[in-house]
């Protein structure tokens, strides 16, 4: 206990000293070596034992993670490194790799000020890699990069130093190609490229636990052929004596990665729209640990002694035990139980945590991932986007009526833990829905629910979930109410992509300065009078007021939007949501008397309205879809683009990539079900495959008619469709 105690005082001492702090994320493609890599900076830094790291997998700390060999939840833990004869506090999140988790490292980036991005030597950059770096350099986190498993290179692809060294460097420009790509429009950011000589590229073994920087050869001397040499001859561990990993990467992570003092100035323009001039601004730029407190809430986990605990950023204050704070967009305070940081990955509990940390908290009930916890209201942070939204459903019922309550709270939970997870509780039949981002998403979560609950479930067939879209520009459609003294007047036609794309990535929202959004949706293509028209955004739909001076128009409004609401929900062809359409009311006649034009009268009027004008506007079905690749060796290349061939899928392109084939393509999420035992025995086991949601697509028109009816009849619809709807 001695060495720990000594470790929790060191980390305690560091807290106050931000400029001696870096919080970074690792993250990379899904198996790339990353939860290895921690692993080996854990025993690095003296908080496991060196001989099981890499084996012990410290951070995938649930039974299934250790089960599947993959990252599921990201893990927090905080190390101290010597660096310059100056101990540093470094505060570490281990993201998931794979897409259906990609919320978690979405979430992660905003609580850190740099992110190490780990690659594969021999597999290069991938779609996720591609994935994970978007998401760090959308909240102005500065990459540094891990080329890992280079001693596959050097013992399996035997390669020489030359090949070698083309190799490292081609990774390295298609990583700089992907970064110079995604800042072209950043103005704040200067150019975050990676590089060899300046000493934020660092290549090496997670596994056998050496690594090499430019800087690491200037110090130890050791150069890449006498590396290559000892790694031929197996003699790793004196390769790991003279040359850890560790040293390499906390080195470089010290110098290259800002610290909050640095960070904090350019990255709180990027996640926060308040007042730029405010005391609170001031706060958070100059982490001034004595002003306001104020604390992003980036990851809700269960500890089974602690109950709920709640990890973020402290982006200014103080925490302590005992405070009371405001948690956005809920009433009333929450009081704090315990404050903590973490210690390997165990939370250790401490008096207070200043700004420029990451602290563990437990007490805010009501904080969900992506809360904005503060001691005085303010304007929360931007709502953290994720980047693929739910296309997978299953439902779920408890086998014992008895645990029906139980499940019910485990939901409500699940979906607290993670908002890329939707819940829909059904208290008529107890079918209870849950969707996410694929198979794998939904398998893990019901096995938790089993596990960790203790609660027996039946889950159905995965469903997946479908949209509807208008096609063409309607007429202008009337609606009227039950009792006819009220009619709306409202036409449909289709939003252009980067209007609808603008608006899923969240750069323009109702919340934003009207200025900011109208500017926004004009440079994706909208027009300028109608960009001052918007009255309501709902989902990828926008609703223009284009009326002109309608008595009583004003309250009934908060009614009009209830009804398009409803009706945008629930589609009129499959009660799939609707996507992709703008709305513009033309005109209204609205009963003189309040009581007539009540909800039971404007929300169906509106209803009728807009699923008409919808009907009007071709509205079609839309499927969501995947991109697929998968890498096979050549002699089984056919199995496996046959197999995306024969899912109503298309192959794009085929390539060789080292000693595999890479086939790439695209196919409906509908039938990429039990894809993976079917490519499995396609090709013996030897391909490797990903995917990953590319949004939705109209499905084909032959098969338009039977998919409506088919989700009409497992929603219990009647099967007539609205008579207008004849273009069948």
């Known amino acids: 206990m001695g060495r720990r105690k000594k470790i929790v005082q060191e980390c305690e ?63 927090n833990v905080s190390m101290t490194h010597e660096y310059e004869d100056q101990n540093h506090l470094i505060n570490l999140i281990d993201t998931p790799g794979h897409v259906d988790f990609g919320g978690d490292v979405t979430r992660a980036m905003r609580a850190v000020d740099g ?56 990774v390295i420009q298609d990583v700089n190609d992907l970064i110079r790509g995604m800042t072209e429009e950043m103005d704040d950011i200067e150019d975050w490229t990676v590089s060899v000589e300046e000493g934020t590229v660092g290549f090496g073994s997670a596994l056998y636990k050496w690594g090499v920087s430019m800087p690491s050869m200037q110090r130890t001397g050791m150069d890449f052929g006498e590396i290559m040499e000892l790694e031929r001859n197996d003699n790793r561990q004196e390769l790991h004596e003279r040359t850890p990993l560790s040293d390499v990467v906390l080195d470089m992570v010290c110098e290259h990665f800002p610290n909050p003092v640095d960070a904090q100035p350019m990255r709180v323009p990027r996640i926060w729209r308040g007042d730029a001039e405010s005391q609170l601004a001031d706060d958070m730029r100059l982490v001034n640990e004595d002003g306001e407190v104020v604390l992003m809430v980036t990851d809700i986990g269960v500890d089974p002694h602690a109950g709920e605990i709640a990890a973020g950023r402290v982006f200014s204050g103080t925490l302590e035990k005992g405070q009371e704070l405001y948690v956005s967009g809920t009433a009333g305070k929450n009081r704090i139980q315990s404050v903590g940081i973490y210690m390997g990955g165990e939370r250790e509990e401490v008096d207070r945590v200043p700004a420029g940390n ?18 005085e209201e303010m304007t929360p942070f931007e709502s953290i986007e994720h980047i693929s939204e739910p296309v997978i459903t299953k439902s779920v019922e408890a086998q014992n009526m008895d645990d029906l309550p139980k499940l019910i709270e485990t939901l409500q939970q699940v979906a607290k833990e993670d908002p890329t997870i939707q819940v829909e509780i059904n208290e008529d039949t107890g079918e209870h829905l849950i969707s996410g981002q694929g198979e794998l998403h939904l398998e893990v979560i019901g096995q938790r629910i089993e596990r960790n609950q203790g609660i027996p479930i039946n889950t159905g067939e995965p469903i997946v979930v479908y949209r509807e879209a208008p096609q063409d520009n309607s007429r202008e459609v009337e609606g009227r109410s039950p009792n006819n003294h009220n009619r709306f007047y409202i036409s449909i036609e289709p939003l252009g992509e980067d209007i609808v794309e603008t608006i ?95 909800p039971a009268q404007v929300i169906p009027a509106v209803r009728e309205a807009v699923h008409n004008a919808l009907i009007d506007a071709s509205i079609k079905l839309l499927e969501p879809i995947q991109q697929v690749r998968i890498d096979v060796p050549n002699d089984h290349m056919g199995a496996a683009s046959g197999e995306i061939q024969g899912r109503r899928g298309r192959v794009d392109d085929m390539y060789q990539e ?9 196919a409906p999420v509908d039938e990429m079900i039990g894809f993976s035992s079917d490519i499995r025995s396609a090709t013996e086991g030897r391909a490797s495959w990903n995917t990953e949601n590319a949004g939705f697509q109209v499905l084909a028109d032959n098969l338009q008619p039977d998919k409506i009816s088919e989700i009409r009849e497992r929603k219990g619809m009647k099967q007539e469709l609205n008579p207008a709807i004849d273009y069948f």
């Open 504 to 598: 899923k990535m969240g750069e323009a929202s109702m919340d934003m300065p009207e200025l900011e959004r109208r500017e926004a949706l004009q440079e994706a293509g909208m027009d300028k009078d109608d960009s001052q028209n918007i009255e309501h955004i709902h989902g990828t739909n926008i609703l223009l007021d284009e009326t002109k001076g309608i008595q009583h128009l004003n309250e009934t409004m908060e009614l009009v939007i209830e009804g398009l609401e409803e009706a945008l929900d629930d589609g009129p062809l499959a009660a799939e949501p609707v996507q992709g359409s703008l709305i513009r009311l033309h005109d209204a006649r609205l009963h003189e008397d309040a009581i007539h034009r009540g």
């Open 658 to 666: 080292g000693d595999l084939m890479v086939v790439e393509g695209v």
């Open 358 to 375: 990451i602290a563990a908290v437990t007490g805010l009930k009501d904080a969900i991932a992506g809360s904005t916890v503060s001691s």
């Open 115 to 170: 992110a190490l991005v780990v690659v594969d030597a021999v597999e290069g950059a991938m779609p996720q890699t591609e994935t994970v770096l978007r998401q760090a350099l959308r909240e102005g986190v500065k990459p540094t990069l891990f080329i890992n498993k280079v001693d596959r290179l050097i013992s399996e692809l035997q390669e020489g130093p030359e090949e070698m060294q083309k190799r490292l460097l081609a």
């Open 13 to 75: 001492t560091l807290m106050d000293d931000p400029e001696h702090i870096r919080n970074i994320a690792i993250a990379a493609h899904v198996d790339h070596g990353k939860t290895t890599l921690t692993d080996n900076l854990l025993a690095g830094a003296g908080m496991i034992s060196d001989d099981t790291a890499g084996e012990q997998l410290a951070m995938d700390t649930e039974e299934d993670e250790q089960e599947r060999g993959i990252t599921i939840d990201a893990a």
